[in-house]
């Protein structure tokens, strides 16, 4: 998004928010879109959790049901910070994807700010999972690089948008099983230049299910020289 129209959108956003003051889309309190209660009600992931994918339980990859599962071929770690069940996170993803809620964003990126932290993870640059062209057209915006953007703003991290993107255009992950989802995403994903080369990256998506997505972006930013990628996701799927 070029800067004149980020203003003119954030204008609005103040705008808005002065005819419409906000209230939490969960408890309906006035003052915040997510109320300090609510955000604090989210459970965010504790040890024992898997070092290379996150996923809670085990605190060697080799006792990690997850990794025997799904195993990464390229990317070199994930951490999510929270559960993806049926709770608030979830609510609060659809309405933030499906329901337009960009806003919501802003009340997300600090729970990944406080993953990055706690995982000490030091990434030189932030790379959100792009969309293909014609789903972010549909949708406005990409979700991972509004929370990208944010978390960028509260850990001081540049965020790169137009190196990596998705050439071929896939199915929803969410329809398929995991074979399938890794057909799907298999080479989707290409890097424009090599501006990345030598550097450590950080993949920003709202939810991990078996990695497959964020696998195969680490594939393209390897191919193009980055030197290690690790990811951060909001949910992650039990
Ligand atoms: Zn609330
Ligand atoms: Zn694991």
Redesign the pocket.
Known sequence: MTTWVSEIAAALEAFTDFLYPPA?V??G?PGQF??D??MAAIPLIEPPYCPTCGYPGAAHPSACSQCRRFPLTSLDAICSAAMFDEGALRTLIHKFKYEYMRILGKSLAPLLAACYTINQMNAKIIVPVPLHKSRQKFRGYNQSAVLAKTLSGIIGVPVDTTTLFRHRKTKTQMELNATDRQANVAGAFKCASDALAGKSVLLIDDVCTTGATLDACASALKKSGVASVSALTLGRAA
Do not use: E
């Open positions: 939490c969960l408890c309190t997510v109320c209660a609510c």
